[in-house]
């Protein structure tokens, strides 16, 4: 085993000074030669040279590490706002590490332990915390939070989230004017996201004077296997839904195959949209109608956010709101007359 390769070999090697090679590692290369940067770069390279992100932490420096919490990574959505994430992250010079709570309690106080003992400078929060003490202990503590694709209004921090009560208004409000009365909402139990998008279908609802069925509002977690159940529930009904809004994407895949699995057509028979338009949307068939976020805005948003926090050391609490665009693709079509369905029976 060899010495230990240190920041004054670096700076050798490159034939600069200490400091040059602690600002190409903190990423504070203002004004420096792009050349003298390649060159500190290519020495730490060949020495193999890690820099001691503890070590730096200690002389408080931070660690450019950011903690990201989210409630389910196997939702395209979270995989792909992620992706947007760490590409931010790094084009800024700062790592991050992703936990997955799993929307469990025990899991979401452990994943914040755990980043705090990795000692991230930072925390982006898209999970729904039931104890929402551990986020404002954090905030207490100083530690610079955001928060993603929720706007709770108990947690004082920073907010970057999509308008949910108006995909949901839209979402619905299109089914009604496609003639759709029976109108079924799929929305996910924890969510506060979800919330919003079942204010704003009840809303729709309201506006074209239809009373809200309890039978069609059904909660449930948001996965694919979950949509299959709810659909199945919805279908054993005397009378069932001719249109379902499915409050994230993977629950609307799941309308899909329980649909296919009882021969039942999408869209000649039943309506359906989903919420996010993530790669499931558009990789179905026929492809998803859905309600579009912008994913690769608030994933860049909530990471410039955070840094700026972290730099700073101040918070300006900000709230961005961005709008939720409806896609109309292939799974929405016009309410079929009753007569219809009798010839067809």
């Known amino acids: 085993m060899g010495m230990k390769v240190t920041i004054y070999d670096v700076a050798k090697k490159a034939g600069v000074s200490i400091a040059t090679v602690s600002k190409v590692i903190n990423n504070n290369t203002g004004n420096m030669r792009e050349s003298t940067k390649q060159r500190v770069k290519k ?17 408080g420096k931070g660690t450019k590490t950011l903690g990201l919490l989210v409630p389910d990574i196997s939702n395209p959505f979270f995989s792909e706002i992620a992706k947007v994430i760490e590409d931010r992250a790094h084009e800024k010079g700062y790592s991050v590490i992703m936990c997955s709570t799993d929307e469990n309690e025990e899991k979401e106080k452990k994943n ?9 400078d930072g925390f982006i929060v898209g999970s729904t915390y039931r104890d929402k003490s551990i986020v404002q202990n954090l905030t207490k503590a100083g530690v610079p939070v955001v928060m993603l694709t929720q706007d709770d209004p108990v947690i004082d921090v920073s907010k970057v989230f999509v308008d949910d009560f108006k995909g949901g208004y839209e979402a619905t409000i299109h089914h009604l004017q496609n003639g759709h009365h029976k109108i079924a909402i799929i929305s996910e139990q924890r969510a506060l996201a979800s919330v919003k998008r079942t204010e704003g279908y009840l809303q729709a609802l309201k506006t074209y004077g239809i009373q809200p069925r309890q039978e069609y509002m059904v ?5 694919i296997a979950n949509g299959i159940k709810a659909f199945g529930n919805l279908f054993q009904l005397p009378e069932p839904p001719t249109a379902i809004f499915a409050c994230n994407d993977q629950l609307a895949i799941g309308v899909m195959l329980g649909a296919k699995e009882k021969g039942i057509k999408i869209p000649e028979q039943l309506s359906l949209i989903g919420f996010d338009d993530t790669i499931l949307a558009r990789a179905t068939y026929p492809r998803l109608t859905t309600v579009a976020q912008p994913i690769a805005e608030m994933g860049k948003t909530v990471v410039d956010l955070l840094i700026e926090e972290i730099r700073l050391g101040c918070s300006k609490k900000e709230r961005i709101l961005y709008n939720p665009e409806l896609i109309i693709r292939e799974t929405t079509d016009k309410a079929s007359k009753p007569d219809h369905i009798a010839k067809t029976e």
């Open 43 to 59: 020495a730490m390279e060949e020495l193999n040279y890690h820099p001691n992100i503890m070590a730096s932490a200690l002389m």
């Open 112 to 120: 914040v332990e755990l980043l705090q003992s990795k000692l991230v």
């Open 219 to 223: 909660r449930t977690r948001g996965t």
